[in-house]
């Protein structure tokens, strides 16, 4: 875990996440807490993560999120190098689909 995001601060935001129990909720929380552009952004870092999973090309990936190459690197070197945070979450929804 990255130790410059571990504050007082961001541990509240996580247990406010932790609080949500469903969909609406989440829609209701992150409205009122993002931009509809921050939103719209997390949701195609995520969407891009999904694709590169699945062994899409960049080309492919741009093709269809309208993300950036950097974009895409950016999160592929967090897939790769990163926390395994996204893995955890992709076997999460694997297990309840």
Do not use: H, P, W
Not at 14 to 35: G, I, P, Q, S, W
Not at 72 to 92: A, K, Q
């Amino acid at each position: 875990m990255n130790q410059k995001i571990k504050t007082e601060a961001v541990d509240r935001l996580f247990d406010a996440v932790l609080c949500l129990n469903t969909r609406e909720e989440c829609y209701n929380f992150f409205e009122d807490l993002c931009t509809v552009n921050e939103l719209l952004s997390l949701s195609q870092r995520f969407e891009v993560a999904s694709m590169l999973k699945d062994k899409r090309t960049y080309l492919e990936i741009a093709d269809k999120t309208g993300a950036s190459t950097a974009t895409i690197s950016r999160v592929n070197r967090s897939l790769n190098y990163g926390n395994d945070g996204y893995e955890m979450i992709f076997e999460r929804l694997n297990s309840n689909s």
